[in-house]
């Protein structure tokens, strides 16, 4: 079992940056990879970035692709996504979660432990 709280959104003027922290508790957080997903209202949700157990692989959705990081640390078990160059479009509410499997994995339905969630809202 994982508990995940999501921390850091807020609302931002577009081109404007924020850093959303994902803290974990619970059982040992470097054996799940992590990931980051959002849900725009009217909207499924969608994925946005993965890392892996030990942080040596990412991997981003294109429309995120070379604005977003995505990070770990595994002694503070907190992930972290920095957003630079927000869009309007960027808009959602944004979710932490957790796979125990290493193979790359996208699908919402894969990952067994999610947050709360937190919003990111982006102005003209």
């Known amino acids: 079992q994982v508990q995940l709280i999501e921390s850091g959104g807020g609302s931002v003027q577009a081109g404007g940056s924020l850093r959303l922290s994902c803290a974990a508790s619970g059982r040992a957080f470097s054996s799940y990879a992590m990931g980051w997903f959002r849900q725009a209202p009217g909207k499924e949700r969608e994925f946005v970035a993965r890392i892996s157990r030990l942080g040596r692989s990412t991997g981003y959705s294109d429309a995120v692709k070379g604005r977003f990081t995505i990070s770990r640390d595994n002694v503070q078990n907190t992930v972290i996504l920095q957003m630079n160059s927000l869009k309007p479009e960027d808009t959602a509410v944004y979710y932490c979660?957790?796979?125990?499997?290493?193979?790359?994995?996208?699908?919402?339905?894969?990952?067994?432990?999610w947050g709360r969630g937190t919003q990111v809202t982006v102005s003209l």
């Open positions: 979660a957790a796979d125990p499997v290493a193979t790359f994995r996208t699908a919402y339905s894969d990952y067994d432990y």
